[in-house]
């Protein structure tokens, strides 16, 4: 597996290009993605969003009509492409898959998990692929997402951190914005994070 990344617009959203064998899975196009896509993409065969928010689907429509491929969203987080909830002024996509929570699939001969982990937004995913998580904006280096934005659920967040603490192997981290990092390491803040959720309640 190759990963390239690049961070896009003025959130710096990771935008990923996953390489396997001959083929190209694109992860969280935000805004300005697609030059940079297209200039790193030779066979690309699909489109994933981590989670419904205008900074990791901003070039959704216009990569899929570029490149012919099919948009994956988590199920929960589907109408976000097309309503733009935010009032960002996101370019409406529409998903051709909507990924049930802790869903096993396979694209092109390649395992693909979407594992939910909701609070950030009602579909929250991690996407996993080989022994490599990438996190969207549910875990970031020494930090999580937040739980506090429209249709995000502080109960739902802590849940989501006692789910991840269950974890018992270690993962590469990629993450919806910053550096990468392991689940190990990002378990040695687990318990701070779910008490400053708890404390939100």
Request: proline share 6%.
């Amino acid at each position: 597996m190759q990963i390239k990344f690049q961070p896009m617009g003025i959130y710096q959203t990771n935008c990923y290009i996953v390489t396997i064998g001959n083929k190209e899975i694109v992860i969280d196009p935000g805004k300005g993605a697609t030059n940079w896509v297209l200039e790193n993409v030779e066979n690309p065969i699909a489109i994933l969003n981590t989670h419904g928010h205008f900074d990791h689907a901003w070039s959704n429509q216009e990569l899929k009509e570029k490149l012919k491929i099919p948009i994956y969203i988590p199920k929960d987080d589907a109408f976000m492409l097309e309503r733009d909830p935010l009032n960002q002024g996101t370019p409406p996509s529409k998903a051709d898959i909507c990924v049930e929570p802790d869903s096993t699939m396979t694209i092109e001969d390649i395992k693909i998990k979407f594992l939910h982990f909701p609070g950030h937004t009602p579909g929250c995913s991690v996407i996993e692929i080989d022994d490599v998580w990438f996190s969207g904006d549910f875990l970031f280096r020494s930090s999580i997402g937040r739980w506090d934005f429209r249709y995000s659920n502080a109960k739902a967040m802590q849940k989501s951190l006692e789910k991840v603490a269950k974890i018992q192997k270690n993962y590469k981290i990629y993450p919806g914005h910053g550096e990468a990092t392991t689940l190990k390491e990002e378990l040695r803040y687990n318990a701070y994070w779910i008490n400053q959720v708890q404390n939100s309640l």
